[in-house]
């Protein structure tokens, strides 16, 4: 790290801080790095949502030597994000892309838990049931409108990312159906998928995914379930 911090020291990316205590920290984007006693280094990683700073997390890491690994030696990183994977994985060969990961890890998180956030805060009204994991990479919620239950069900298989890698969304006619045009011939078999909604979830937030597609809802509805002619 310091022959890092020394190749890097005209990088127009760092900006120098001389604190009153006289430890040389650098900004790097959303990240402060700090030169701690010994030979600790402290890391702050400031994450922001809509512009403004959102969570602020920090973690030290040490070694005693040159020749010894560095370790993670504190931190307050939430504990089911896989920070001990990146650890092993990075910080002994590429401290720089482990800082690195560590922010988009933590950022990413952010824009997910953002995202379930705004969905309860915009269509909480619409929305009859919503659950998440605790990292906010497997997210399901259902609606009952338009005389049909709906299931979302987001997956994230990559936690650097905002947006789901997996999508799929269910329907399920609820009411003015009847048995009958359910089962006809031409009629799709139930619950059915719909493609044009899952579409806009992988490439839209949460919010604006259900924004666009909510307009339409109906229309597609009616189209999926009606009974062909004969």
């Not at 005693?64 to 030696?73: A, D, P």
């Not at 997910?112 to 997210?139: A, C, N, T, W």
């Not at 003015?176 to 493609?195: D, E, F, M, Y």
Request: with cysteine; hydrophobic share 35%; proline share 6%.
């Amino acid at each position: 790290m310091e022959a890092d911090r020394k190749a890097d020291n005209g990088n127009a990316g760092f900006s120098l801080v001389c604190h009153p205590e006289e430890r040389i920290t650098y900004r790097v984007g959303n990240k402060v790095i700090c030169c701690l006693d010994g030979s600790r280094i402290g890391i702050q990683f400031e994450t922001s949502t809509a512009g403004e700073t959102y969570e602020v997390y920090h973690c030290v890491l040490e070694s005693k030597s040159f020749l010894e690994k560095m370790i993670v030696l504190e931190h307050t990183i939430p504990f089911f994000l896989p920070l001990s994977d990146l650890e092993n994985d990075l910080l002994f060969s590429n401290a720089k892309k482990f800082i690195d990961n560590v922010g988009d890890l933590l950022q990413a998180y952010v824009d997910r838990k953002e995202q379930v956030r705004l969905i309860k805060e915009l269509f909480g009204h619409q929305i009859s049931e919503i659950y998440h994991s605790l990292p906010y990479h497997m997210i399901e919620f259902s609606m009952d409108d338009c005389d049909c239950k709906f299931v979302v069900s987001l997956r994230y298989g990559d936690l650097l990312c905002e947006l789901p890698t997996k999508v799929r969304i269910l329907v399920w006619p609820m009411h003015h159906l009847s048995k009958k045009q359910c089962t006809s011939p031409g009629s799709p078999a139930i619950p059915v998928r719909l493609p044009f909604a899952e579409d806009a979830f992988r490439i839209q937030s949460l919010p604006e995914a259900y924004a666009e597609i909510m307009p339409n809802m109906p229309n597609e509805i009616r189209q999926l379930f009606q009974t062909s002619p004969s």
